[in-house]
């Protein structure tokens, strides 16, 4: 180890410089300087902006995409909660008629009832009152049957026991009676 | 064609007739005639009528009078003074049939009257009065 020390510490300095000693050529040197400056030239002039705008491009694809996703969340979200809402009162306008219903069925259940009780005293009431006018028909037809009987028989015992005396006594008072 | 007259003419023409003492059976002939050209005879029954009531407004009376039995002439000729004595009658027709349904009394028609003095009528009345 030492002697490898010892050996470049006793080398001698190139003549050209530190450069030179570096085996670096200042005109190669140069050119490629120049020709990285092209490069970087002609990347930033044509390869950076197209790739800077494809990328760009890209960043807005993907945050549209982003805000189209979060506003489709908030529609389902929205729409979620709406059908909820709307189960709701859709169960709870069901229960109101159902509860309706039955009040009805049993308000119609109690008027049938009625309706019917009223019509039963009706037929009854109607009955009695065709049994009592029909009773009351047969007295009167009786009674004037009765009368016309007796109509006839008084006619008929008049007429037997009228005598030519009697009659004439009879149309001489009428005459004088209209007189 | 004859013309159609009426029932009042007809009448007054009839009852002229038998005023002015003209005969009576050709004015009934000439009746008979006109109804039959005419094609009237349904109405004669009221041509008599209208006759009847014609005489009876110039005081000549065409009386029916009805009784159970056939009426004594008394009877008769008080009845006729009756109608006489009543409405200045001139003149009665009587016109007598025995209707046995009256039982007792008498029934008188005149035209613009009817008196009923009969039994049937009493009953039918005392009947109608009574009955419901």
Known sequence: ?179 | MSTKLSRRKIADYIVSNILDGGDLGVATKQLAGYLIESRRVNELDHIVRDIEFALSAQGHVVANISSARSLSKATAMAIEDMLKSSNSVKRVYAKYEIDKSLIAGVKIEIPDKRIDKSVSRQLSILRTSQTN
Do not use: C
């Open chain 1, 1 to 179: 180890m030492e002697s490898i020390l010892l050996q470049f510490g006793s080398a001698e300095a190139p003549s050209g410089g530190i450069m030179e000693s570096l085996g670096v050529d200042w005109q190669t040197l140069i050119l490629q300087i120049i020709a990285f400056l092209i490069l970087v030239f002609l990347l930033g002039k044509y390869v950076f902006p197209t790739l800077t705008k494809i990328l760009d491009d890209r960043q807005t694809k993907i945050d549209s995409a982003n805000k189209a996703a979060e506003h489709a969340k908030k529609a389902a979200d929205e729409a979620e909660t709406r059908v909820s809402e709307l189960l709701k009162k859709a169960r709870h306008e069901a229960a109101d008629i159902i509860s309706l219903a039955k009040l009805e069925s049993d308000s119609n259940i109690s008027a049938s009832e009625e309706k019917a009780k009223k019509q039963a005293e009706q037929i009854v009431k109607s009955a009695q009152a065709d049994i009592s006018r029909q009773i009351d028909d047969a007295k009167k037809a009786l009674y004037n049957e009765t009368l016309e009987l007796v109509s006839l028989a008084t006619g008929k015992i008049i007429g037997e026991s009228m005598t030519d005396k009697l009659d004439k006594d009879f149309i001489e008072k009428s005459i004088k009676e209209i007189k």
